[in-house]
């Protein structure tokens, strides 16, 4: 009887590092890249860590850790945050376990704790990102006094609604991802939420990596919804002053 446990167990054990390795292949081939310039952008502000800072000239008017879509490149969104570090706003953009939030969401703490000096934090994400974003804040309402939304929602789960934390939710009208989500998902945000609609925008745009499955097509530019959400996200940041 012994024999025949240690050879369940050893059979076991076997199937789990399959199916580990499995996942694992399944999220390098799925992983959306950055494009090379948003890589090349990003390779100038890497850090120690592996974290991607973008810092402004001066004293920051405040501090943003950015966790990065599920499966997308960190890189993808160094153009993005370069935006937000000419406006003032130190930007740090957090790479993630296997390119997934869920496995990172207390990422942000070491942010913080490296940054000391900075007064003002808020945190936020794109997509699965903002969700994790959004779990970090429902247990820890204390750290952050602001939350960037993008594309993304909390989970049915969560509910921030009673929380005070400054909120901006910003999605695109094409998004063919998520939009379905975020009218019964603003209702378990805090009640002054901003939403910030980009008519013609998508999904994938927020970054700068290709198509996404899924996605609907954007009828304005990259440039553009990303423009359009820097402003957004820097008059939240401001507000945290």
């Not at 240690?6 to 059979?11: C, L, S, T």
């Not at 890589?39 to 000239?57: C, D, F, H, Q």
């Not at 070491?110 to 429902?138: K, N, R, T």
């Not at 204390?142 to 909120?167: C, H, K, M, R």
Request: hydrophobic fraction near 45%; glycine fraction near 12%; include cysteine.
């Amino acid at each position: 009887m012994r024999r025949v446990f240690e050879i369940a167990a050893i059979a076991l054990g076997g199937a789990v590092a399959v199916a580990m390795l499995g996942f694992y292949g399944w999220t390098r081939l799925s992983r959306y890249p950055a494009f090379d310039y948003a890589a090349s952008l990003a390779g100038e502000v890497e850090t120690v860590k592996g974290w991607y800072a973008l810092e402004p000239e001066g004293e920051p008017v405040a501090g943003l850790v950015f966790y990065p879509g599920g499966l997308v490149d960190p890189a993808a969104y160094a153009p993005l945050m370069q935006r937000l570090s000419d406006g003032g706003v130190l930007a740090v953009i957090v790479p993630m376990p296997l390119d997934l939030a869920v496995f990172g969401i207390r990422r942000a703490d070491e942010v913080i704790d490296a940054y000391p000096d900075v007064e003002h934090w808020a945190i936020g994400g794109h997509s699965l990102g903002g969700a994790m974003a959004c779990e970090y804040v429902a247990v820890h309402p204390e750290v952050f006094d602001g939350l960037v939304l993008l594309a993304s929602y909390p989970a049915e789960s969560t509910d921030l609604s009673a929380t005070n934390i400054q909120t901006t939710l910003i999605y695109g009208t094409e998004d063919g991802v998520s939009i379905d989500v975020f009218e019964e998902s603003v209702a378990r945000l805090p009640a002054d939420t901003v939403l910030v609609e980009i008519s013609g925008g998508n999904h994938a745009q927020f970054g700068d990596y290709g198509p996404q499955k899924g996605d609907g097509t954007a009828s304005v530019s990259r440039e553009q919804q990303q423009r359009l959400s820097a402003e957004s996200i820097l008059v939240l940041l401001g507000r945290l002053e």
